[in-house]
């Protein structure tokens, strides 16, 4: 070292530009790792409703069918009492009652949503 005949070496501050080359260089790294870890993010967010949207499907689904068998049901039950002509009537009417009832509730809802809360 002293007696090897080299100047020791001092570091040598980087320039401005430099450092504004670095900072530039950095931030498109930083900006290129956030972008894959939010698509790597939504990749997974998306695997994970498509799965739940099957299972929601499958679960009305058999809902419906299970609502189909009760009607059914109902109007074998009521043709032993009532004659299936009539069953069947009773039924529909229930049904469509009751279809009326929900959806009439359905659009008030809608309808407090969008009312003006000034």
């Known amino acids: 070292m002293a007696?090897?005949?080299?100047e020791p070496r001092i570091p040598t501050r980087p320039s401005v530009p430099d450092l504004f080359a670095r900072l530039?260089?950095?931030?498109?790294a930083w900006a290129k790792a956030e972008l894959a870890l939010l698509k790597c993010r939504g990749e997974s967010?998306?695997?994970a409703l498509r799965t739940a949207v099957v299972l929601i499907v499958?679960?009305?689904?058999l809902a419906t069918v299970a609502s189909f068998a009760l009607a059914i049901g109902a109007i074998l039950w009521?043709?032993?009492?009532?004659g299936p002509?009539?069953?069947t009537v009773i039924v529909v009417v229930t049904l469509?009652?009751?279809?009326?009832?929900?959806?009439?509730?359905?659009?008030?809802?809608?309808?407090?949503?969008?009312?003006?809360?000034?």
């Open 3 to 6: 007696g090897d005949g080299q």
């Open 85 to 87: 002509l009539w069953a």
């Open 24 to 28: 530039i260089t950095d931030g498109r």
């Open 45 to 47: 967010l998306v695997e």
């Open 96 to 118: 469509l009652a009751l279809a009326g009832i929900l959806g009439w509730l359905g659009v008030a809802r809608i309808g407090r949503v969008f009312e003006d809360k000034s």
């Open 58 to 61: 499958a679960a009305i689904m």
């Open 78 to 82: 009521l043709a032993t009492l009532v």
